[in-house]
Nanobody
Framework: QVHLVESGGGSVQTGGSLTLSCTFS????????LGWFRQASGKERGGATS????????YYADSVKGRFTISRDNAKNTVRLQMNSLSPEDSAMYYC????????????????WGQGTQVTVSS
């Protein structure tokens, strides 16, 4: 069991930046894979990025590659998402998720989810 709590969402103008944070707790073993997903209003949830315990070669969806950066601090039980060059298309509820699978991309079976934090980008 892993408890995940996101924070850092808010409103920003096009071209702006935001940093989301997710703290994870109440686990027996630290989850191998952590990911960020997002769901825009009226659309299906999609994956943005994921990172393994060692933080080597994070995976990025094409839609965020070059603009978003995921990082993980295992000592602080935190995973962050730095988002730059935001556009209205990035507006969505952003969710942090955890997986114990030993492969870490957006197809990994994420079993634990946070409640989400809203990001709104205005033009």
């Amino acid at each position: 069991q892993v408890h995940l709590v996101e924070s850092g969402g808010g409103s920003v103008q096009t071209g702006g930046s935001l940093t989301l944070s997710c703290t994870f707790s109440e686990y027996t073993y630290s989850p191998y894979c952590l990911g960020w997903f997002r769901q825009a209003s009226g659309k299906e949830r999609g994956g943005a990025t994921s990172i393994s315990t060692l933080g080597i070669k994070p995976y990025y969806a094409d839609s965020v590659k070059g603009r978003f950066t995921i990082s993980r601090d295992n000592a602080k039980n935190t995973v962050r998402l730095q988002m730059n060059s935001l556009s209205p298309e990035d507006s969505a509820m952003y969710y942090c998720a955890a997986s114990y699978s030993h492969y870490c991309d957006l197809r990994s079976p994420f079993s634990y989810w946070g409640q989400g934090t809203q990001v709104t980008v205005s033009s």
